[in-house]
């Protein structure tokens, strides 16, 4: 067992705070709203709202998916360098029980939801990395020091708390301020995700009760308190849930009368839609992600991949990036080895759109034949090294059988 793993084991999922920014169940515990519409906005209950859900899941998905290589720089010339320690660790398996992709992915979704995603880099005697640990955001802090403004973490622990180096911390962060320790887009715009947990629990409610508001019950004289809870037990048994629709037994010349309100005047509709697109400004994805197609079409989806690209993935993938420079790569290195995600995939167009790029790039010899077709994940052929452009009658490689002149 590597060392330290047995007080990562260990951690307190409670995190010391100050009163100054209590947790979800301490205010809970004293009455307090956290949100004007009282609905309680944590990363459990957000990722309960379908948005934020496919927010969330469209960017931490979508950035673990990406393959992470390690490569060597020679001059103008790079390569893979397989034989980096922190390949196989960002290529392979970050530990022995998690597999790269789905750490890149927890990760980012830690600080989606949490504002920060945190992972220790257990280093063996040598000083290199040999395992990448996810460590719970809920049990670090990130406080600064004052004169030399670097950033010391602290792991809270059933014992007490425990100073990590910021070396062996590999930590993304969302957006923040201070630039210290990254701000939860889930706390930060939590009225905007309440009003969409809101809206959700009230049209469950409307159609828990057939898809009908609720009227009130009169009556010409006055009730007895049993009456009163039979005749209600009769209505809602009629018409509540499965059984809307029934017909409901009204005793002694009780009569049902309709609230005027209804759900299309109340634009239930019209408000979700808008809740949904105020999420996709949250996380800065496009609604088309979340199946919010109202402004898109055949035309523009492609174009909106590409944006979410550049406007959206990029931010992430360059924090990762710089994250593994820093804290993965030695800086005597950093001149030689640098990180990249390959993005290839999410920008490969149709095959007919991509048969035409390559045919017009090596044509113009700025690839050739078997880069291109490294590009499609196929085998080179011999020959096919060469830059030469086909559609010419002359070739400036020499013709097999014969000699150069």
């Not at 309960?48 to 673990?64: F, L």
């Not at 993304?172 to 210290?180: E, K, M, N």
């Not at 109202?294 to 990036?321: D, H």
């Not at 085998?379 to 400036?396: I, R």
């Given at each position: 067992?590597?060392?330290f793993?047995?007080?990562?084991?260990?951690?307190s999922?409670?995190e010391q705070?100050?009163?100054?920014d209590?947790?979800t169940?301490?205010?809970e515990?004293?009455?307090?709203?956290t949100?004007?519409?009282?609905?309680s906005?944590t990363?459990a209950?957000?990722m309960?709202?379908?948005?934020v859900?496919?927010?969330v899941e469209?960017?931490?998905?979508?950035?673990g998916?990406?393959?992470v290589?390690?490569?060597?720089?020679?001059?103008?010339?790079?390569?893979?360098?397989?034989?980096?320690?922190a390949?196989?660790?960002?290529?392979?398996?970050?530990?022995?029980?998690?597999?790269?992709?789905?750490?890149?992915e927890?990760?980012t979704?830690?600080?989606l939801?949490?504002?920060?995603?945190?992972?220790?880099i257990n280093?063996?005697s040598?000083?290199?990395p040999?395992?990448?640990?996810?460590?719970r955001?809920?049990a670090?802090?990130?406080?600064?020091d004052t004169?030399?403004?670097?950033?010391a973490y602290?792991?809270s622990?059933?014992a007490?708390?425990r100073?990590?180096s910021r070396r062996?911390i590999?930590?993304?962060q969302a957006p923040?301020i201070?630039g210290?320790k990254?701000?939860?887009?889930?706390?930060?715009?939590?009225?905007a995700?309440?009003l969409?947990?809101t809206?959700q629990?009230h049209?469950a409610r409307?159609?828990?009760?057939?898809a009908k508001?609720?009227?009130v019950?009169?009556h010409?004289g006055?009730?007895g308190?049993?009456?009163?809870?039979?005749?209600?037990a009769?209505?809602?048994?009629?018409?509540?849930?499965?059984?809307a629709?029934?017909?409901?037994?009204?005793?002694?010349?009780?009569k049902?009368?309709?609230?005027?309100?209804?759900s299309?005047?109340?634009?239930?509709?019209e408000?979700?839609?808008?809740t949904?697109?105020?999420?996709c400004r949250?996380?800065?994805?496009p609604p088309?992600?979340v199946?919010?197609?109202?402004?898109a079409?055949?035309?523009?989806?492609?174009?909106?991949?590409?944006s979410?690209l550049r406007?959206?993935?990029?931010?992430?993938?360059?924090?990762?990036?710089g994250?593994i420079?820093?804290?993965?790569i030695d800086p005597?290195?950093?001149?030689?080895?640098?990180?990249e995600?390959?993005?290839?995939?999410?920008?490969?167009?149709?095959?007919?759109?991509?048969?035409e790029?390559?045919a017009?790039?090596?044509?113009?010899?700025?690839l050739n034949?078997n880069?291109a077709?490294a590009?499609?994940?196929r085998?080179?052929y011999?020959?096919?090294?060469v830059?030469?452009?086909?559609?010419?009658?002359s070739?400036?490689?020499?013709?097999?059988g014969?000699?150069d002149?």
């Amino acid at each position: 067992m590597w060392p330290f793993r047995k007080e990562i084991a260990a951690v307190s999922v409670q995190e010391q705070r100050s009163l100054a920014d209590p947790t979800t169940w301490e205010l809970e515990l004293f009455g307090a709203v956290t949100t004007l519409s009282g609905a309680s906005v944590t990363p459990a209950t957000a990722m309960r709202c379908t948005p934020v859900r496919a927010c969330v899941e469209g960017i931490a998905e979508t950035v673990g998916g990406f393959p992470v290589h390690i490569y060597h720089r020679d001059g103008d010339a790079r390569e893979r360098a397989t034989d980096h320690p922190a390949y196989a660790l960002l290529h392979d398996q970050a530990n022995e029980w998690t597999p790269s992709a789905l750490f890149v992915e927890q990760l980012t979704r830690d600080a989606l939801l949490h504002g920060n995603g945190y992972a220790f880099i257990n280093r063996g005697s040598d000083g290199k990395p040999r395992e990448l640990i996810r460590l719970r955001p809920d049990a670090m802090s990130v406080e600064v020091d004052t004169i030399t403004g670097e950033p010391a973490y602290k792991l809270s622990e059933t014992a007490g708390q425990r100073i990590i180096s910021r070396r062996d911390i590999l930590h993304i962060q969302a957006p923040s301020i201070d630039g210290v320790k990254g701000a939860s887009p889930i706390h930060q715009c939590r009225e905007a995700i309440a009003l969409a947990i809101t809206i959700q629990e009230h049209a469950a409610r409307l159609f828990g009760r057939g898809a009908k508001p609720s009227g009130v019950l009169t009556h010409p004289g006055k009730l007895g308190a049993e009456s009163g809870k039979r005749m209600l037990a009769s209505w809602r048994a009629a018409h509540s849930g499965e059984n809307a629709g029934g017909t409901a037994l009204l005793e002694e010349g009780t009569k049902f009368e309709r609230m005027a309100l209804t759900s299309v005047e109340s634009q239930t509709l019209e408000l979700w839609q808008f809740t949904v697109i105020e999420i996709c400004r949250v996380f800065r994805v496009p609604p088309h992600l979340v199946f919010e197609l109202g402004r898109a079409t055949w035309g523009n989806a492609g174009e909106m991949g590409a944006s979410f690209l550049r406007f959206t993935l990029m931010r992430w993938i360059k924090v990762w990036e710089g994250e593994i420079r820093l804290k993965l790569i030695d800086p005597a290195d950093r001149h030689e080895f640098y990180p990249e995600f390959l993005v290839d995939d999410l920008l490969r167009a149709d095959l007919a759109a991509r048969a035409e790029a390559y045919a017009k790039l090596i044509s113009a010899r700025v690839l050739n034949p078997n880069e291109a077709r490294a590009m499609e994940n196929r085998a080179p052929y011999p020959g096919g090294e060469v830059f030469a452009n086909p559609n010419t009658s002359s070739s400036s490689a020499p013709k097999e059988g014969k000699a150069d002149a």
